[in-house]
């Protein structure tokens, strides 16, 4: 089980950091932006 956590608190980081990459180099609609945070 901490095995587990460790690996989530690891990829997390990661995953959100891609995630404002992807943000920042696709140039989205205003309105998909509120539906990526819900």
Same mark, same amino acid.
């Given at each position: 089980?901490?095995?587990v956590l460790i690996f989530a608190s690891v990829l997390s980081p990661i995953? &959100?950091? &891609?995630v404002e990459?992807? %943000?920042k180099t696709v140039k989205m609609? %205003?309105?998909l932006i509120p539906l990526l945070h819900s």
């Open positions: 089980m901490e095995t995953i &959100l950091a &891609l990459l992807v %943000k609609p %205003k309105n």
